[in-house]
């Protein structure tokens, strides 16, 4: 393009702000910005990229100001989402920015695109960023008509205009690699090799999720399943193996091995091609089985996530999971007798779940004993059928722009403390069973203390039920 735009993509993640995210330390990378670059650079628009994870938001506006785009893309998503709204008051206040033109993408925007509009965003791309993003920059810069772009929504005389949503991107294998280049990844490597003593990278292979768990956001890739060639996955997986000095892989997909055709074109990619790595990624039992395992670990799976989210049948259903808690529990256990470690995700406080459900979900821990899980408890991102359901009976009403969809307090059977007692309860319980497998060794003061805040996690169940 002659004279080109300047044309900036950044989010709004600030490490060093993340209280939890600081104990965990497992920072990852903006994969949809490096993707919307390699996108526009493969068309000819020059892009870069400010990575505003390892710094903070003062230095970062202040890239922004010294580089004082004509275009400035924004990922959002819903934890980062105040910061967001901070960042466009601050560009919309400095004099020195009053010609760039605020885009926001990411799977915040979707369902919020009011909001963001009436807080300053300008243009808003609903779902796959890159074709809508690229056909906005080049119609603004050559000053063509915006109005047929699929995907966008603006501003267009104080009114909010939407246009109609994007087709999906069917064509994956045309997409290029992310531009991993216009960031500097060895910070992210530092920080896991310093907490982890390893260093992840993430690879994105599939796009969308063809099933129906309610409290599951599809606001960007909806409810579908698109992959990229075994080929060309295993092509990227080279091209960064020789660019980066990493550890392990990350694969960010919804569920890995959703195509069981596709994962043994893969392992025969991996093996034919004699490339060495080991990954992670994250699945759904029914879509796993003994030989699903075996391909896993011949193309060099270490670790993977199989979700359950709770250990009562009827919560699952409540979920619209679709998954039977069974064979959850089975695939766990398979998977760590072959040798790859298994994780899992546990929700507490789905409406509808009462204290025999906790129970059950503690036990199916318990019998499958996953080396690694996470808890969290639910809430409603907007555009799920989880908010839709119980919107009508939210117990409060946070204020849009310095919240987040986390602040929403569902409707549940008990008071939020005493999810905090019961998360308490499990992750204490959890740790003795694993001092009494010798999965762990701990000290024998350590295991009191366990022993007592269990005891005491459960009666304050009791207490604040
Ligand atoms: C891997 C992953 C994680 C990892 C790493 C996150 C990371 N920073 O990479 C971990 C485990 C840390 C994580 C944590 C969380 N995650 Co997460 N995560 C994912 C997952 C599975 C993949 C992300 C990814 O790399 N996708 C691939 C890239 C290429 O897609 P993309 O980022 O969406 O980009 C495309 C478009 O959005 C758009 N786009 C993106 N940026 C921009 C910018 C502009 C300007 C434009 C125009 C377009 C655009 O174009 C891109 C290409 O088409 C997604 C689900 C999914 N399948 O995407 C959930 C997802 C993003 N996570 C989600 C959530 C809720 C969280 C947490 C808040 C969970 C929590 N702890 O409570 C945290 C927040 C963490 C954080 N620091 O931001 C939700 C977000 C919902 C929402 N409304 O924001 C998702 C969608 C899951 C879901 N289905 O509900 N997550
Ligand atoms: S939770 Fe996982 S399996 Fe369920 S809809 Fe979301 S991505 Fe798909």
């Not at 509009?117 to 609903?126: C, D, F, P, T, W």
């Not at 030989?291 to 060099?300: E, M, N, T």
Request: net charge positive.
């Amino acid at each position: 393009m002659i004279n080109s735009p300047k044309v900036l993509l950044t989010h709004a993640y600030y490490l060093d702000g993340d209280v939890k995210e600081l104990k965990i330390m497992k920072p990852y990378p903006p994969l949809g910005i490096l993707y919307l670059a390699a996108y526009l650079e493969q068309n000819n628009i020059a892009t870069d990229v400010i990575d505003s994870t390892f710094i903070d938001f003062k230095k970062h506006f202040q890239l922004i100001k010294d580089y004082s785009p004509d275009f400035i893309g924004i990922y959002t998503n819903l934890m980062t989402k105040i910061n967001v709204v901070k960042l466009i008051s601050s560009i919309k206040n400095e004099p020195k920015l009053s010609h760039t033109k605020i885009i926001l993408g990411g799977p915040e925007v979707k369902f919020n695109s009011k909001n963001f509009h009436s807080n300053g965003a300008e243009y808003i791309v609903k779902g796959e960023g890159e074709e809508t993003f690229y056909e906005l920059i080049s119609n603004l810069w050559s000053q063509k008509d915006i109005t047929s772009i699929l995907g966008l929504s603006y501003i267009l005389n104080g009114n909010i205009i939407e246009n109609e949503d994007r087709k999906k991107l069917l064509e994956m294998d045309s997409l290029p690699f992310p531009a991993r280049e216009k960031i500097n990844l060895k910070l992210y490597f530092n920080a896991w090799k310093e907490k982890h003593g390893a260093s992840t990278i993430s690879v994105s292979t599939m796009r969308g999720c063809p099933y129906t768990c309610k409290w599951c956001s599809r606001a960007v890739y909806g409810k579908s399943y698109r992959r990229k060639n075994a080929k060309l996955v295993v092509d990227e997986l080279e091209k960064i193996q020789q660019q980066f000095n990493f550890d392990t892989i990350w694969f960010v997909d919804d569920v890995f091995t959703v195509s069981h055709k596709w994962l043994s074109e893969f392992r025969n990619e991996i093996v034919s091609r004699n490339v060495k790595i080991k990954y992670e990624c994250i699945t759904r039992a029914d879509r796993m089985s003994s030989d699903v395992i075996q391909l896993l670990k011949q193309s060099g799976c270490y670790r993977v996530w199989i979700g359950a989210e709770s250990g009562s049948q009827k919560v699952i259903d409540l979920m619209d999971r679709r998954v039977d808690v069974n064979q959850v529990r089975e695939m766990i256990i398979e998977t760590r007798k072959n040798g790859i470690e298994a994780g899992t995700f546990i929700m507490l406080g789905y409406p509808g779940e009462k204290e025999n459900d906790i129970i059950e979900t503690l036990n199916h821990l318990k019998i499958s004993n996953p080396d690694y899980f996470t808890i969290t408890t639910a809430y409603p991102i907007k555009g799920t059928e989880l908010y839709l359901e119980n919107e009508s009976e939210f117990m409060n009403s946070p204020d849009w722009a310095t919240t987040s969809d986390r602040d929403i307090k569902l409707k549940t059977e008990y008071s939020k403390k005493y999810y905090q007692y019961a998360v308490s309860w499990i992750n204490n319980e959890m740790q003795l069973l694993k001092q009494k497998n010798n999965q762990i060794n701990l000290s024998h003061s350590k295991q009191f203390k366990l022993f007592i805040k269990s005891k005491l996690s459960r009666s304050l169940m009791r207490i604040y039920k």
